[in-house]
């Protein structure tokens, strides 16, 4: 399974095409997250929740998750397939067999560094590879996982999925939208597989913390840890060239020389890391310096796929700060409760249950009252009491 044909898979590109189906299938979520449990629940029983337990009651995430599964089923490549499916269900870093001890760790730290792909000053040996406390299990699972820093985008249990599943979506577009003008049939398994593929190393990098936000994330040849360890994992699993390359392109446009160069330290970093030579791999040029082969549209497409944050980064910013309002205005907490667990919580719930993305909409649409309203019916202001 080291490359895929050249010519694509035939396909239906109908209005019931699965790119479109799919993409429907989705449009309804942020609404009905709204609507959450009817009357909310207290905040006492907020504050009890877990992570993972926040995500269950989430009707936007677990529809996302059975859209990610149902598009990584529909992969014609048997081995790829099987490959992305068991990564959904188990996102566990296999690779890490090759650093069962520091010793091996300290070895991988010095490489990258030497090859300039790591700044032992800003990355120690213990925050190279995060920590995993039973190699045979992911330290989340999926569904639960945030799409980014506490800061930024979709940075609530689930939020990794809502934000995988809005990308794989605008790929599918792009992909049917690349037939329908040009004629192009692009392997639609090489899209599915990289953007699904792309942020999934953040079940790992961003594991919960006990105040209930994610540990911080270091830089690792010049991007976030999360998108090289994921790509050494797709490379360690012997997924094909195309779907590693692709992968990769999610943070550099290929089509422009420096980006090009940035994704060249991606795989070579990657490769370093799944101990491959990145050459022979089929990932770059036999000088180094370049992507193997041709620029393919797949890995501009994934490129182009991966900027849900446009919107999604401006719009966490607005959201955490007005529910920052709301949580001293309706839930009593105090200014020095807003860095603690207790807001952190809450606010992983709101926005788990309702999307930072539905409640930007709810704010802009409705303006403060609106975005009150909506934070209020997930749950319960002090001093309200749902009768029963």
């Not at 479109?20 to 609404?31: F, K, Q, R, Y």
């Not at 799409?147 to 809005?166: A, E, K, R």
Request: proline share 6%; hydrophobic share 40%.
């Amino acid at each position: 399974m080291n490359s895929l044909p050249e010519q694509g898979l035939q396909r239906d590109f109908s209005p019931q095409s699965t790119g479109a189906a799919g993409t429907l299938a989705l449009a309804h979520i942020p609404g009905a997250a709204l609507k959450g449990t009817p009357g909310g629940i207290t905040l006492k029983q907020c504050l009890q929740l877990t992570p993972l337990e926040i995500a269950q009651k989430s009707a936007a995430v677990k529809a996302g998750f059975r859209f990610l599964l149902k598009m990584g089923g529909e992969i014609q490549d048997r081995g790829i397939r099987h490959i992305i499916v068991s990564i959904l269900h188990q996102p566990v870093p296999k690779f890490m067999a090759r650093y069962p001890s520091i010793k091996e760790r300290e070895m991988l730290h010095r490489q990258l560094a030497a090859e300039g792909l790591l700044e032992p000053v800003e990355v120690a040996v213990e925050h190279l590879l995060p920590n995993l406390a039973n190699p045979a299990q992911p330290p989340q699972p999926l569904i639960s996982a945030p799409g980014s820093d506490y800061m930024s985008h979709h940075s609530y249990p689930g939020g990794l999925v809502i934000h995988t599943s809005f990308n794989l979506c605008s790929s599918l577009g792009l992909y049917d939208g690349y037939a329908k003008v040009y004629g192009i049939k692009l392997h639609r398994d090489v899209v599915i597989a990289a953007q699904i593929l792309h942020d999934l190393a953040k079940t790992w990098v961003l594991q919960w913390q006990n105040t209930h936000n994610p540990q911080p994330e270091y830089p690792l040849a010049g991007s976030g840890a999360h998108h090289v360890l994921g790509l050494a994992e797709s490379l360690y699993r012997g997924l094909p060239a195309e779907v590693v390359v692709a992968q990769a392109c999610a943070h550099g446009n290929v089509g422009l020389p420096p980006e090009e160069e940035k994704i060249v330290r991606y795989l070579k970093a990657a490769a370093i890391i799944a101990g491959k030579d990145p050459v022979k791999a089929g990932l770059l040029s036999a000088c180094g310096t370049t992507v193997a082969r041709r620029r393919r549209i797949e890995s501009l497409v994934t490129y182009l796929g991966d900027h849900d944050w446009i919107v999604s980064v401006p719009a966490a910013r607005w959201t955490i700060a007005a529910l920052r309002q709301v949580a001293c205005a309706d839930y009593g907490m105090t200014q020095a409760e807003l860095n603690s667990g207790k807001f952190n919580t809450l606010r992983n719930y709101i926005f788990s249950q309702a999307t930072m993305l539905g409640l930007y909409h709810k704010y802009i649409s409705e303006g403060e009252a609106g975005f009150r309203s909506a934070v209020n019916e997930l749950v319960q202001p002090a001093g309200c009491y749902r009768i029963e």
